[in-house]
């Protein structure tokens, strides 16, 4: 296998398909729940990426707690790899407003 670090990589948004889970954690308003949901969704998004790309290939910059989704740092092969991924609704590159 290649390294994809010979490849240009772009900032996507990844954006996950319906959880109940996510739905009852970000129903939660306390503090507590708030947390709970910010490492569920991050121990979510990371085992996506662990099992889907190879380590060391990607840069996950963040969760999004507002959907359920995150940002990486990936090469448009690995985006089209995630886009196939189960739980995997939508994966877009970034678009920079001008």
Same mark, same amino acid.
């Given at each position: ?37 910010? =490492?569920?969704? /991050?121990?979510?998004?990371?085992? *996506?990426?662990?099992?889907?790309? %190879? #380590? ?24 089209? =790899?995630?886009? /196939?991924?189960?739980?995997?609704? *939508?994966?877009?590159?970034?678009? %920079? #407003?001008?």
């Amino acid at each position: 296998m290649e390294s994809s670090s010979s490849f240009p990589t772009e900032l996507y948004f990844v954006f996950m398909n319906y959880d109940p889970q996510y739905d009852r954690l970000r129903a939660d308003r306390t503090k507590r729940g708030a947390h709970e949901l910010d =490492v569920y969704l /991050s121990r979510k998004h990371d085992a *996506l990426l662990s099992r889907t790309l %190879e #380590l060391g290939t990607y840069t996950k910059t963040c969760s999004l707690v507002i959907v359920d989704g995150f940002k990486v740092q990936i090469t448009e092969d690995q985006a089209n =790899v995630l886009r /196939s991924a189960e739980g995997v609704r *939508l994966v877009e590159k970034n678009q %920079e #407003l001008a």
